[in-house]
């Protein structure tokens, strides 16, 4: 009986905890997050237009990447996270 009251008390800290880190942590929304991405676009020299922001819409991220001119796949500089409820 001890083991299942310790296991219940811990599972329910665990699930607490990442409640918590969901909601104190990510942009309130996917239009600061927005902003924010290309805030930090505006940083990088995009001349060659390398650089760009993205909404990824099931993970509800904006993703700043850099591309290049070959086949190979983007590389992702920054993930700005909101929180979807």
């Known amino acids: 009986m001890k083991v299942v ?12 905890v990442l409640f918590l880190m969901y909601f104190l942590t ?3 929304s996917a239009f600061e997050a927005d902003q924010n991405c ?5 940083s990088y020299d995009n001349s060659s237009g390398n ?9 509800h991220q904006w993703i ?8 190979e796949p983007a590389k992702i500089i920054k ?7």
């Open 64 to 71: 700043l990447y850099e591309s290049n001119d070959s086949k």
């Open 5 to 16: 009251n310790l296991v219940s008390q811990v599972s329910f800290l665990l699930i607490t």
């Open 38 to 42: 290309h805030s930090y676009l505006s």
């Open 26 to 28: 990510g942009y309130d």
């Open 79 to 85: 993930k700005f996270r909101y929180k979807f409820l």
């Open 51 to 59: 650089y760009g922001c993205d909404h990824d819409t099931e993970t």
